[in-house]
């Protein structure tokens, strides 16, 4: 006969409690006898095992109170009932199949859509009401066994101050028919566990968190990306889809020596090696190689619409030079140099634009631009024949005259129009110069 204890079956957040050590709610699992009734509110083990790692077990409870163990029940070790796996409907799963829910409005800043919406197919991503995001563990045979439910933030982070940030997709059907969470026996597997057999020969690359795999599915698609779910999903039993494959294990920077020694036990695996990515991180770093990737890459260069050139057009300062603008082209002289060959020299009409052009240059003259710049332009020709195009290089040799910018080289962008005066000929124009606040390039 012996007392036989363990960790408190997960049924909810309400089988969840407040760490006695670090003071955060909803991480802390109970030991439980076998009738299910906790030993002490302090005896158990907090889940963030490397930020806080308090764990009180049994033992050490019974070594401090030896009079209290016959308080708990005595039974006799018994073999496991194998329960019939639950499973949710995958119709369920494919009306809930969208990229309208917050982590993807976070990625398509640094995304194309068409990948994004290639991932969310591959890996059956859904969106609730609430815009989360849902990861579907679905196993080998296709069968989804639950849903992660998550809400994250602007950053791309979870939003871990609120008590729904994350849920479970089954909690919430057994909630609807009236039941708990318990009620429905669930076994998890690998998040991306069904893409195995659609890709044989495909490396696998395990990773912690269903972000980092989504991530990284994008930036390395020639790898199959998988998520175990946790510190603690790296395990014999969850990872036996990956038997006869070729595994690379990338842990959390925090967990590279624990997941080192973990796995040992997926000997099942073709072959298993631990990812050398977090080398270089700091030692109390809590980084996953999602940070590293989305770290070192740049926001997608946006198209300029007319909602943009408007409040850009507010915002800036216009500069308005009198008179009809000349054409670069059409005004330049070609005559002999002193040993016979020829040279280019500007005409007298382009020499009298530039002078007016200097006198009349309040705003921009001596800004000395040297980065990037968007040049707005508004031309108004007292005549149609007047062509657009050349106008515009007059325009940028002129500012560069007047040293408004170092470079017309700089120039990345123009929005111009022509218009026609007659009796007011002139030309506006406003420049911006292109930073990182604006996120414009």
Known sequence: ?????????????????????????????????????????????????????YE?????????HPD????????KPQPKEEVKTDYIPFSLIQRSESVNNTLMDYLKEYFVMADLQNVAKAYHLGSTNKREIIFPQIDKNGKCRTGKVMQYGTDGHRIKGKTDAVDWLHARLMKKQGKVASDFHLKQCLFGEHLLSKRPDDIVCLVEGEKSAVICSLVFPQFVWLSCGGLYGLNKDRCQALTGRNVIVYADANATEEWGKKISLLSYCRSIKLSEWAK????????????????????????????????????????????????????????????GEKRIIKDDIIRTYERNFLKQC??????????RFKLFVRVFHSSVRFDLDNSLKTLLDCLQMVKAITDDKLCFQIEAEKKIDKYHPRVEFAILEVNEQKKLF
Not at 68 to 75: A, D, K, M, Q
Not at 282 to 305: G, H, N, Q, V, Y
Not at 362 to 371: A, L
């Open 362 to 371: 309040k705003i921009y003259k001596n800004r000395r631009i040297s980065g």
């Open 1 to 53: 006969m012996e007392h036989k204890y363990s960790l408190q079956k997960y049924t909810g957040r309400n089988s969840l409690h407040t760490c006695p050590s670090c003071g955060r709610k909803n991480c802390f699992t109970y030991y439980v006898d076998a009738n299910n009734q906790p030993i002490a509110s302090d005896v158990g083990r907090c889940e963030h095992r490397n930020s806080c790692g």
């Open 68 to 75: 209290e163990r016959r308080t708990f029940v005595e039974v």
């Open 280 to 339: 270089d991180e700091a030692k109390d770093s809590k980084r996953d190689i999602a940070d590293l990737i989305m770290e070192e890459r740049k926001p997608l260069e946006k198209p300029t619409t007319i909602g943009d050139v408007m409040q850009w057009m507010q915002e800036l300062e216009i500069e308005i030079i009198h008179g009809q603008i000349v054409a670069k082209a059409n005004h330049y002289l070609s005559v002999p140099a002193k040993h």
């Open 56 to 64: 009180k077990t049994p033992k050490m409870y019974f070594e401090e």
